[in-house]
């Protein structure tokens, strides 16, 4: 997107014009700092924005490597099969790997707004999606991260959604943090693994996740046998959460990953793991 500065910097002009005229946006409060008051302008800006998107989860870990992306992708695919409509943003942006997971190869225009891609009835923005060689890493600095997501949310055209799943990097990095700040989530669904250090990892990042004001809505457990360990319990309790469900640990799932196949449309019985996930989300 570094390309694309120039309409960047006409979009905001343009907002900053219309604020200006018609009196809108937040004004300064007498002794708040200038960065807290840029916080709430961006995340009243983004509310406005996404306006027409009824429900925004973001899909949370600790940690790398406990099937985050696997669970956000099926999250959407089964909501998208109970007849919502869905859009997935893949908020690992230094990291993207929703494409790869889902086979797509597919580019977005690199022009404002961005136009997400339909796959299989889900709208998909990643920036995967913007750049020429996703073997090459990312090295991008906070900022640019920053300014990245502020695009998927600010100039993106995500059109009416009943539900948009975000799939955060995992940690406390600036995408999580910034995706905390400035979108108004129902919550955060934080997915571990039946490991002791998994377990220990998912509280810290609940516990952050409330000191920021955002919601935990439930702990799916992957890799699981099936009942949840004591462990996962335990974020449970200590997060004062719901136990959403478990993902069964099965070579099927990295077999189909690795052919960009979506794992609730060729197993039967992740099918219905996830199926009961989202009716305890959606409360049905």
């Known amino acids: ?17 219309h604020q200006h005229q018609h009196g809108q946006g937040a004004q300064p409060t007498p002794g708040m700092h200038p960065s807290f008051m840029r916080v709430i302008q961006q995340r009243q800006r ?19 490597g406990v099937g985050k ?52 009835g889900v709208k998909i923005a990643s920036t995967a999606m913007l750049v020429d060689e996703l073997k090459r890493p990312m090295i991008w600095r906070g900022p640019i991260i920053v300014k990245m997501l502020g695009d998927f949310f600010e100039n993106t055209d995500w059109g009416d959604l009943d539900y948009l799943i975000c799939d955060l990097s995992p940690g406390t990095s600036d995408a999580p943090l910034t995706i905390m700040q400035v979108l108004d989530l129902d919550g955060f669904i934080i997915v571990t693994t039946p490991q002791k250090v998994a377990g220990i990892n998912s509280i810290r990042s609940g516990l952050m996740a409330k000191r920021l004001n955002v919601s935990v809505l439930g702990v799916v457990e992957n890799m699981s046998s099936g009942k949840p360990s ?6 449970v309790r200590t997060l004062d959460t719901e136990f959403l469900g478990t993902i069964g640990k099965r070579d099927a799932i990295a077999d189909i990953t690795d052919n960009g196949k979506v794992h609730i449309f060729e197993d039967q019985d992740i099918k219905k793991e996830f199926s009961a996930i989202v009716d305890r989300i959606t409360g049905k």
Request: charged letters at 25%; aromatic letters at 4%.
């Open 69 to 120: 992306t696997t669970v956000a992708i099926n999250l959407a695919y089964a909501l998208k099969e109970k007849g919502f409509k869905v859009g997935l943003l893949d908020a690992d942006i230094d990291c993207p790997n929703v494409t790869m997971f889902l086979g797509m190869d597919e580019k977005m225009e690199p022009v404002l707004p961005l136009k997400p891609i339909d796959n299989h």
């Open 46 to 64: 983004v509310k406005e924005k996404l306006s027409n998107i009824r429900h925004k989860i973001g899909v949370y870990s600790a940690k790398g």
């Open 230 to 235: 004591e462990k996962t319990m335990e974020v």
């Open 1 to 17: 997107m570094a390309n694309e500065a120039q309409p960047q910097a006409e979009v905001h002009q343009h907002q900053h014009q």
